[in-house]
């Protein structure tokens, strides 16, 4: 349940390639050993582990078109774990290779194979695989920090915490915990004098006024074909963030989400490790079977004892009856030139009021635009620089009718060829959209501020909030082919 | 120096095996140790000094010895260290559990690790800081780290203290409760796994097995397993049980009585939820492990923690929930909690919040699911309630990243082949008509343009598609129609199409899709209009024609008419253009129909085409090539054509094939086949170290003209050793070591490898300490005949021990080349000695002056304290006269200056290329002093190690010559 060896690679398109940090646990190693016997194969040295994963990333020798190394269509990479071919007289097959990449960074560790190492045993029954990727993810976060992307000083500076944030969090090779934010100053904290033992994933005891802080956040996802053949599709997922500043070594806190009279049951509840108990009925409705109209619909109760730093009390799906905005989009081919007709409704269940509402509307495989005639009913039309992109701006509002519509025609006499895409050629295009409405959810789920629960002795402030949030949010084109996004749609 | 350290160490790391090239390992680690005690170095390098021994405590110290020496220098540095200094202090303690745990100190009992032990025991026994207050936190979280990580390397270590271990973790409140948890468990479950390998053991034992509090158990451990004597048993020490299918779980067969187990394992249950995500997977881990090998003890006390487990985000808690049910089956998990955990999985598969990497998990959880009642237990397959209906959430869309949309792929494509199976028409239904509409519609996007991560993948997803529906035959066979529509288009995907016409042919022989792609493919390209025909797509044609032209199944008439069309027809350019690369690409597919069963057939059309080319190619290679073909072609028999082409095994030609030297006539690509040489899978030779010295090699055979002896026995006093110094002009004097070796067979025995010539050995450095080392050619080697002795000459730039890395190329009797590795050659220290070279004819007297005249020197030099390399020291051990006398007859007999008399000599080992090591051995009583002068103080360390490895070789020899 351990692992061998850890490396963090930059890697960026065209620039450079390297290795940033490498870690090696020997006394793994040597378990690693015994236990694979005649099958042994040594970690080599930095250099050698960034070639073979870059060639089964099929990141490497860009240039080429085919190599049979790396293109066989024989490797099916079908898992999280890669397989390292090493030549040379101590060679053989590494595995399992864990491998977890965001943006320029790739994160892989070695995972200890701690069971007979022939035949191979499958993955799943391999318990330091999903100790690795947990170790890996808890480093990906740290080292991206909040936004998606690293910025170079703030990664180089983290780079070099590696080795005391190893020292706590993985010293020899078993991972014990994943890097939390802050947490470094945290670890002199004093033994609390009670009896009461401190959670070891608490990093700080809270001073002062009870304060606690409940965010709830539903993105809508959509694929709006405006076709017969083809149904629509939309769903919601849901997070509910958490900030508690409570007094105590293991303070409870009960948080209760609950749904309107006749809203459909919350499906697929993952809940945060603090969650101290949890109902059967919570669990039951899940997202990939037809739903029970019988189903448990709350409340749901999440009683936990909160940890010092924010986190995800817990997520949802689930299916609400109409999308917030429904939509239809049709072009026309003309000579060059398209005719686009567009018109977006939304509906009435909705609050109509938005933090920022827009239409993306891109163009691939085509000349730049060159003029463009096209007429809105509301809001803003914007040309973006690069001239393949129209946005439409829609602003805090839909006009009172709640349907707003564009009309006109775009022709693609640029000099220079815009982007391409293999998916959007000829009539197959979508637009995007992207929107937040604050103090809103779509499943009507909501945490009262009054279903707050702290058994403290001191009233806590509590504060809660809504929002829901566009996400993969498309409307198809009709008159072309769209491509099918979901099983769901076979049904 | 010290301001180099991070650079230094940044390139050990990256690469210890260049770093070394430059260094030794012994001399950096006595740099590092040295830098270590410096109290002018700051913490932040020291620390960074110990990330080599950390990360690569067996190439620093590779043995016991080194590694206990190390160790102590480690704990003294540890002792003296300043209490704040607590970085340095924890990494001391890691680098001190690599060290000891990886050069086998612990396994071997050394009295270092035994204090180190004592002193990490004693640390963490300080719970909820009554001594040391809460600053040393780090400290005791690593100490307990490192007893933890002592007992997962020799399990049992700790099995006897389980009571201590348990009042511990008890006692501590602060986070660090975590730590003694973690270790708690995982040395009960080793003490538990123990018993169950007792005959005979019970409640009793188990009872009094928790109770104990005890020494530490030695046993052997995983650095002194051997990898071929283990049992099943010992792995299982290591592993958690491997829990399923790999055989029975051993067990403790307690009766119903041990109570204090299940409070045991309550407890440690009931905090469990104070523990991090990993550390509390660990932690039920172990639990599971101890349960089941405790059939007393009902897994129902898991039941209370199951909802919790069930609902968590955490990937590593949802992955022990499901080992557990793989170890529990249905006395803990119900039917319907085994539905309702595989709907979970799969709807955890497709979860908008999850990361890639937990999602592939979860799919492969799912092809691996434990189920209660499993009806096959193959590699991958499917658990039965899997639906089809289920498993839609999963289908594959254009959305998906590579791998997966490959992964979901895959086991839509394991869901749909079931459901067909029960569709009478073996037409599949309608999930299999989509997962081919999904191949069209990747198929589509490869047309347009895709990145070349969208083809691989595309061609991947044919692959997986193929190779479970390549019996449907309205997709398979539309799939190549299609492919080869796709071909026309982008005929830059060629290789691909190639590569998947090999797999398909090697995985489904029998379909044979491969061939009628293939048939298509040919097909296609001798079809398409020849107006439209460019330079480019002729070349990706010609490779399809060559694949086709392999294939015997497949008639030739149609790729022959498209090569005579291309090649003759007036508009064509090419013969003009006499484009080496095109005209061996066309000879490429040539010489392939020279080889196809239904040549006969093909005689006329293929000798128009040769002699076109021979006549008009505008490149003489290319006619020449064409010239030997035709006159192959129109000579000599179909089996002869064979014979002289290719030594063709049984299997397709693009496989790796023995050829014969004859392919030279083949065209490029085979020509390089035929010439390559091979890879031996196993070093099959090997050198045998020959003890004997030759005299003459390392004596100058000539008499030095300008000093003749008689001169030199004029000059008093220094005259000696100037006359010897005066040798050294001369360069290329004494500047290099001879070793005699044996080149023989290894043990492997293949009759094939039997008689093996013009061997030509080939030696790589592995440091700078030498001049690089030419081959060395033998002639044979017969395994019937005397061995051959080789020479291996050595230039040292510096006296040190060395590894060789050792190669040969060779001859098999067949006439081809091969190139097989040989066991690394170790060069030792005394193999580098010479004794006193002198000219011919000098007496011992004067050799002694010699002696003298460089000991005074050496001495000179020290007492003046000059701070050149001189370097003075002693050796002293007990040994009886008579050892003395076996000492010096057996080690030093070839360096002796003076004879030994009275149990004194003196001994000089020269060093090429510069260096001297004067010994002058006087024994006193029952002890011997070996007095040591040498003008390389580098070369002590040596010289002590060396002194020490013959003395107690002496020592035992003496000890069996007593016991005798």
């Known amino acids: 349940m351990s692992v061998r060896a850890l490396w963090i690679i930059s890697y960026e398109r065209g620039e450079s390639v390297a290795v940033r940090f490498s870690r090696r646990y020997p006394t793994v190693e040597q378990r690693a050993k015994c236990m694979a016997g005649s099958l042994y194969v040594s970690v080599p040295e930095d250099g050698t582990v960034l070639q073979l994963l870059l060639t089964e990333l099929g990141l490497s020798d860009s240039d080429k078109p085919y190599m049979a190394l790396r293109d066989d269509c024989l490797h099916q990479q079908r898992s999280p774990a890669l397989e390292l071919h090493v030549e040379g007289p101590s060679g053989g097959v590494l595995w399992p290779l864990l491998v977890i990449s965001q943006g320029p960074l790739i994160l892989a560790c070695l995972a200890v194979v701690d069971a007979p190492a022939d035949p191979r045993p499958p993955l799943a029954s391999l318990f330091s695989v999903s100790q690795g990727l947990t170790l890996l993810a808890g480093l990906q976060a740290f080292l991206c920090g909040s936004g998606s992307k690293p910025d170079r000083e703030g990664l180089t500076s983290r780079l070099a915490m590696m080795p005391s944030i190893l020292l706590q969090i993985c010293p020899l090779g078993t991972p014990l915990d994943i890097p939390q934010p802050g947490a470094s100053s945290a670890s002199a904290m004093p033994t609390p004098a009670g009896t009461q033992k401190q959670p070891a994933w608490k990093t700080g005891v809270h001073r002062g006024r009870a304060v606690v802080n409940v965010a709830l956040t539903e993105m809508v996802r959509s694929m709006q074909y405006g076709n017969r053949n083809r149904q629509d599709l939309w769903d919601v997922y849901g997070t509910v963030t958490c900030k508690c500043e409570v007094e105590g070594v293991l303070p409870n806190v009960t948080v209760t989400l609950t749904l309107p009279p006749n809203g459909s049951p919350l499906m697929d509840v993952l809940v945060h490790p603090c969650v101290s108990s949890l109902d059967a009925s919570v669990l039951t409705a899940m997202s990939v079977e037809d739903c029970d109209s019988s189903a448990f619909s709350g409340p749901y109760k999440f009683p936990f004892s909160p940890p010092f730093e924010p986190f995800r009390l817990c997520s949802y799906t689930s299916q609400v009856p109409v999308p917030p905005i429904l939509g239809t989009y049709q072009l026309k081919d003309d000579d060059n030139q398209l005719c686009i007709t567009v018109s977006l409704k939304l509906h009435e269940s909705v609050r109509n009021s938005f933090e920022y509402c827009e239409a993306h509307l891109p163009f691939f495989n085509r000349d730049q635009m060159g003029s463009v005639d096209v007429k809105v009913s509301s809001g803003q039309l914007e040309v973006s620089k690069e001239k393949n992109l129209l946005v439409w701006v829609l602003g805090q509002k839909f006009p009172k009718s709640r349907e707003v519509s564009l009309e006109g025609s775009v022709s693609f006499s640029g000099e220079l060829p815009g982007p391409t895409d293999p998916l959007c050629t000829d009539l197959t295009a979508y637009i995007k959209l992207y929107f937040r409405v604050p103090d809103l959810t779509l499943s009507g789920c909501c945490v009262d501020q009054h279903s707050v629960q702290v058994y403290s002795s001191a009233k806590p402030r509590i504060v809660t909030s809504r929002e829901l949030l566009s996400s993969e949010y498309f409307i198809w084109n009709s008159t072309g082919t769209a491509p099918v996004s979901s099983g769901h749609m076979m049904l | ?964």
């Open chain 2, 1 to 964: 120096m010290s301001a180099n350290w991070p650079e230094r160490i940044s390139a050990f790391l990256s690469s210890p095996s260049q770093f070394l090239y430059s260094t030794t390992s012994d001399i950096f680690l006595a740099e590092v140790l040295h830098e270590l005690r410096d109290d002018r170095a700051s913490d932040h390098i020291k620390v960074l000094l110990l990330s080599p021994l950390l990360e690569h405590p067996t190439l620093l110290c590779p043995s016991v010895f080194v590694g206990e020496e190390t160790a102590l220098e480690l704990m003294s540095v540890f002792a003296q260290c300043s209490p704040k200094s607590l970085p340095l202090r924890c990494h001391l303690l890691l680098a001190l559990t690599s060290v000891l745990l990886c050069s086998c100190c612990v396994s071997s009992h050394t009295s270092a690790s035994q204090d180190f032990l004592d002193l990490l025991l004693q640390m963490a026994q300080d719970t909820n800081d009554a001594q040391a207050g809460a600053a040393l936190h780090p400290l005791r979280t690593t100490a307990c780290d490192c007893l933890r990580e002592l007992e997962a390397c020799l399990p049992g270590l700790l099995s006897q203290r389980l009571e201590l271990l348990s009042s511990l973790r008890q006692q501590e409140n602060s986070r660090l409760h975590q730590a003694y948890t973690g270790l708690h468990a995982l040395a009960l479950r080793n003490a538990v796994y123990l018993l169950t390998q007792q005959k005979g053991a019970g409640a009793g034992d188990l009872k009094t097995a928790l109770g104990s509090n005890e020494g530490f158990v030695w046993g052997e451990g995983a650095d002194s397993a051997h990898p071929n004597s283990e049992s099943h048993s010992d792995l299982a020490l290591f592993s958690p049980l491997t829990l399923g299918t790999m055989g029975k779980v051993p067990s403790l067969q307690t009766g119903l009585d041990c109570k204090e187990l299940r409070s045991l394992l309550s407890s440690l249950l009931e905090e469990s939820y104070l523990l991090t995500s990993l550390s509390q997977a660990a932690l039920l881990r172990r639990l599971v492990e101890v349960l089941a090998m405790v059939p007393a003890v009902s897994p129902t006390i898991f039941r209370a923690q199951l909802l919790r487990l069930l609902g968590t985000c955490k990937v590593c808690l949802l992955h022990t929930t499901l080992l557990m049910k793989a170890a529990f089956t249905d006395s803990l998990f119900s039917a319907e909690d085994e539905a309702f955990l595989l709907k979970r999985l799969v709807g955890l598969s497709q979860h908008p919040l999850l990361s890639t990497p937990e999602k592939l998990f979860y799919m492969d959880c799912i092809l691996h699911f434990p189920e209660n009642r499993p009806i096959s237990s193959g590699d991958e397959s499917l658990p039965v309630l899997l639906t089809p209906r289920l498993a839609t959430a999963l289908v594959p869309t254009v959305f998906n990243d590579s791998v997966s949309m490959l992964a979901r792929l895959n086991l839509l494509s394991l869901v749909y082949l079931e459901e067909g199976e029960e569709d009478r028409e073996g037409q599949g239904g309608r999930g299999l008509a989509y997962l081919y509409d999904h191949l069209s519609s990747l198929l589509r996007i490869v047309e347009n343009q895709a990145s070349r991560e969208m083809v691989v993948t595309f061609f991947r997803a044919s692959f997986l598609f193929l190779l479970h529906f390549c019996h449907v035959e309205r997709y398979s066979e539309d799939l190549s129609q299609r492919l080869c529509d796709l071909y026309l288009r982008r005929t830059r995907l060629a290789p691909h199409l190639i590569n998947l016409a090999d797999r398909t042919q090697d995985r489904l022989e029998e379909s044979g899709w491969a061939v009628a792609l293939l048939r298509a493919l040919q097909r296609t390209i001798t079809e398409a209009p020849l107006s439209q025909l460019t330079l480019q797509d002729l070349r990706w044609h010609l490779r399809i024609l060559a694949r086709v032209a392999e294939e015997g199944e497949v008639l030739q008439r149609a790729t022959l008419n498209f090569l005579l069309c291309v090649i003759t027809s007036s508009s064509s350019a090419l013969c003009v253009s006499g484009d080496w690369r095109l005209g061996n690409s066309v000879l490429g597919v040539c010489r392939r129909l020279l080889l196809h069963p239904s040549l006969d057939s093909l005689l006329t059309p293929l000798a128009d085409l040769l002699q076109h080319l021979t006549c008009h190619y505008g490149e003489t290679d290319i006619q020449d090539h064409a010239r030997l073909y035709y006159t192959l072609l129109t000579t000599l028999s179909q089996e002869k054509l064979a014979g002289v082409l290719a030594q063709r095994g049984t299997e397709r030609g693009r496989q790796a094939k023995v050829r014969s030297l004859s392919a030279i006539m083949g065209e490029n690509e085979e020509l390089t086949s035929g010439l390559t040489v091979h890879q031996t899978e196993r070093p099959l030779l090997r050198l045998v170290k020959l003890d004997k010295h030759e005299p003459d090699e390392c004596r100058p055979e000539h008499k030095p003209d300008s000093e003749p002896a008689c001169e030199t026995e004029s000059s008093p006093g220094q005259g000696g050793i100037e006359d010897y110094r005066a040798q050294f002009q001369s360069s290329s004097f004494a500047s290099e070591i001879t070793l005699q070796y044996h080149l023989t067979h290894t043990g492997v025995h293949d009759p094939h490898f039997d008689k093996l010539f013009s061997i030509r050995l080939h030696f790589d450095l592995t440091d700078g300490h030498y001049e690089e080392v030419s081959d060395i050619s033998v002639p044979c080697l017969f395994r019937t005949r005397k061995p051959p002795t080789v020479r291996l000459r050595l230039k040292p730039k510096q006296p040190y021990h060395t590894t060789l890395r050792a190669s040969a190329i060779f001859t098999t009797e067949d006439g081809l080349s091969w190139h097989s590795p040989l066991a690394d050659l170790h060069v030792a220290f005394p193999e580098v000695f010479l004794p006193l070279l002198t000219p011919l004819g000098w007496a011992r007297e004067k050799k002694q002056r010699v002696f003298e005249g460089i000991w005074g020197e050496i001495c000179s030099g020290q007492s003046e304290g000059d701070l050149t390399n001189t370097a003075t020291s002693l050796f002293c051990d007990q040994l009886e006269d008579s050892a003395v006398g076996e000492l010096v007859r057996k080690y030093f007999q070839r360096y002796l200056v003076s004879d030994l008399d009275k149990g004194r000599c003196k001994v000089l080992f020269f060093l090429p290329p510069q260096s001297h090591v004067l010994l002058k051995v006087i024994t006193e009583e029952d002890a011997v002093q070996v007095h040591i002068a040498t003008d390389n103080w580098k070369l002590l360390p040596y010289i002590n190690s060396y002194l020490e490895d013959i003395t107690k070789e002496i020592h035992s020899t003496q000890q069996v010559n007593g016991d005798v």
